[in-house]
């Protein structure tokens, strides 16, 4: 048999490839053991700023931070030595260097296949600048929120806490993201908060009052709005109002309310007699 349709089914292959790899929505490498970049599509060019030309052929710490450098060309041998498909970036910030010598944020996920011309690395990047950015700015809006904020996962650990908690519990945030929010609540056993949570998950929202310990012990009264959301293994985000004060009023306002309700029992008792 001629082996010239294999041949050709190679090359439409290759070329079909090739296509995906170009009409990628995100950059897209090729790279080989040694380092060498032999792919490079047209999302990579505009996100880094190098024509292909200047990259093909070009060492890839050439988009990497010098200060990042000197250590990468081992974390490539690590991972050609066992290649698997991973994820990176996003647990961890990871930068890139542009052409003009800014940097940029990325995730990158790295892919191994047999070429050819040997085992290379299929590299898709993702420019995470504005999503970065987003979280910049809602993280300095929980952190300047009049209200406590929470970030739990499912085992009841906390994962974030924003200054109005720590000021309200009086615990520092370090010290908030050793803890569990067991720890924090003053009237729920370890089963009734499991039975919450599960409650809070099936229902993906949830809003009641509970109590809260401060460091020093104190008890005090809170409104709580959580939202679950299964993203990340599954996190509750959870809006905390610090209701003491409208406690002790209500408190005070019921008493008031029995001691005059009791008074008038007594005037119309007397005057009864």
């Known amino acids: 048999m001629s082996p010239e349709p294999a041949i ?9 490839f090739r296509l995906v790899v170009e009409a990628a929505p995100n950059g897209m490498l090729m790279v080989t053991r040694d380092g060498l970049l032999t792919l490079v599509n047209t999302q990579t060019e505009q996100m880094f700023g190098y024509p292909r030309a200047e990259l093909l052929g070009r060492p890839i710490e050439i988009l990497i931070p010098e200060r990042f450098r000197p250590t990468h060309p081992a974390q490539r041998d690590a991972y050609f030595a066992a290649p698997h498909v991973r ?10 260097l542009r052409k003009d010598g800014t940097t940029l944020p990325v995730e990158i996920s790295l892919h191994p296949i047999e070429t050819p011309d040997g085992l290379q690395v299929l590299c898709n990047i993702t420019d995470v600048t504005e999503r970065r950015r987003a979280e910049a700015r809602s993280a300095t809006i ?3 929120a009049l209200d406590g ?25 370090d010290e908030l993201l050793a803890r569990t929010i067991l720890d924090l609540e003053a009237q729920e056993t370890p089963e009734e908060t499991q039975a919450h949570i599960a409650k ?15 460091k020093t012990g104190e008890v005090f009264a809170v409104s709580l709005s959580v939202r679950y959301l299964p993203e990340d293994g599954g996190r509750f985000y959870a809006f905390i109002h610090d209701i003491t004060e409208r406690k002790r009023a209500d408190e005070a306002l019921a008493t008031a309310a029995q001691n005059l309700e009791r008074k008038n029992r007594e005037l119309a008792q007397a005057h009864d007699q």
């Open 200 to 214: 809070v998950i099936a229902s993906s929202w949830d809003q009641f009052e509970s109590r809260h310990r401060r």
């Open 149 to 173: 904020f929470l970030v739990v996962d499912t085992q009841g650990r906390i994962r974030e806490a924003n200054n109005a908690y720590c000021m309200m519990s009086g615990y520092s945030r």
């Open 87 to 96: 994820p990176m970036g996003a647990k961890r910030d990871l930068i890139g």
């Open 142 to 144: 929980l952190q300047t």
């Open 8 to 16: 050709s089914k190679n090359a439409q292959s290759d070329d079909m």
